[in-house]
């Protein structure tokens, strides 16, 4: 296995004056690490990918595999393996035969090769299946081919270009814990591109967040989830989203918080006051997410909380939770409580956020404010 490492890599597509897909990528996937990169469609993530792999050129900046710069080695001496969205199977061909194509192409000794199919086999439980041509498959077990290719070929880098977008939920549920057991089996290095947070979150060691071309941070999921260092991150992850109140800093006695058109406000916590008091009249976004907001009236009384009055737009009964989405003078919020009694749809109530759980953004830059909660 190997580590990779990108530093300043670029691409513009269609020359110098041409569209900007990847703006300067720079980390580092470290050996037997999984590094995700999401972001929404048409963020560069395939492009980056396709760089590793050699199947696009960069326009600058260097790769290196193993401390080993390959930008100019080409795809099939770069000893990597690419899991695509469609896993083009040859459909003449038995699940075994598609297995076996890659190593035969390479004159791999026969006994080598029926070696690695089985080890593939016996590692994606598709030993069964071996004989049966790819039409003869349901979409996951497809896709356990797809993926038993790159095994076959023992790769030192696995590239995976939203290998589940094809499957149906449930499906996608049960592949994502198994490539994840994968990974752990087989200690191997693995970048995987996919615009689902939820899949990000569940699978990555760490986590590249892209945006038109541009990373905007680089973590762990936990650490991107509860330290977001700008307001897209904080968008991006998580479902329900985070809430995000426009407004103020307004010094009236000590610093307050107020939303705009007067919807709410509240005495900022001394730890915010401390990092936020000098900003008094500068426009800033107030973050919240839907599990740091309570009804008023169940919230936790030793917490610190915000009131907000609001209109229930809508309930969302999950059956252990619910959603509430309501708006206060225009702010639209989200709260997810256990069940309980809740106004319906159309009342007049008053939900709580949790002082300890804010997030403040500048208006201007869109970046957090402060280094995290108080
Ligand atoms: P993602 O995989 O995140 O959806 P891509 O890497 O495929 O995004 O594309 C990034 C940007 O580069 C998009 O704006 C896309 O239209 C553009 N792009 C991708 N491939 C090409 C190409 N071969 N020629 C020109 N533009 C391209
Ligand atoms: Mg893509």
Redesign the pocket.
């Known amino acids: 296995m190997a580590s990779v490492e990108l530093e300043g890599v670029r691409?513009v597509?269609?020359g110098p004056e041409?569209?900007v897909?990847?703006a300067g990528a720079t980390f580092t996937v470290e050996d037997g690490e999984l590094v995700v990169?999401v972001?929404?469609?048409?963020?560069?993530?395939?492009?980056?990918?396709?760089m590793i792999a050699g199947l696009?050129s960069t326009s600058a900046g260097e790769i290196r595999i193993d401390g080993r710069v390959v930008n100019d080695v080409a795809p099939q001496d770069r000893d990597i393996a690419m899991v695509f969205q469609s896993y083009a199977l040859y459909p003449h061909m038995s699940v075994r035969e598609n297995l076996a194509f890659g190593l035969r192409l390479r004159k791999t000794p026969k006994a080598d090769v029926s070696a690695q199919v089985d080890r593939a086999a016996e590692i994606l439980g598709i030993g069964p299946i071996l004989d049966r041509k790819p039409k003869q498959l349901s979409g996951g077990q497809r896709q356990r081919v797809a993926v038993g290719r790159a095994i076959v070929r023992d790769p030192r880098v696995f590239l995976f270009?939203?290998p589940l977008s094809n499957l149906d939920a449930r499906l996608r549920v049960q592949m994502r814990a198994e490539l994840s057991a994968l990974h752990r089996r087989l200690g191997a290095t693995m970048v995987y591109?996919t615009?689902d947070q939820v899949e990000a979150m569940t699978l990555g060691d760490r986590i590249v967040v892209?945006n038109d071309?541009v990373i905007q941070q680089i973590d762990t999921p936990l650490a991107l989830y509860d330290r977001p260092a700008n307001r897209f991150v904080a968008g991006f992850l998580g479902s329900p989203a985070m809430n995000f109140v426009e407004g103020a800093i307004v010094r009236d006695g000590g610093a307050r918080f107020r939303a705009d058109r007067d919807a709410f406000e509240f005495p900022l916590p001394a730890w915010w006051a401390g990092q936020l008091g000098g900003r008094a009249e500068r426009r800033l976004t107030l973050g919240v997410r839907p599990e740091h907001v309570w009804v008023s009236a169940a919230r936790p009384e030793d917490a610190p909380a915000a009131e907000v009055p609001v209109v229930v737009d809508a309930l969302e009964p999950l059956g252990n939770e619910v959603f509430i989405h309501a708006t206060s003078a225009g702010h639209r919020i989200t709260a997810r409580v256990p069940p309980q009694e809740i106004p319906p749809a159309g009342e007049a109530g008053t939900l709580a956020l949790d002082l300890r759980k804010l997030h403040f953004f500048d208006g201007e830059t869109l970046e957090a404010m402060g280094a995290g909660g108080a």
Do not use: F, I, N
């Open positions: 691409k597509y269609g041409g569209h897909a990847v990169l972001g929404p469609s048409g963020c560069g993530k395939s492009t980056l990918l396709r696009e270009d939203e591109v615009h892209l071309g």
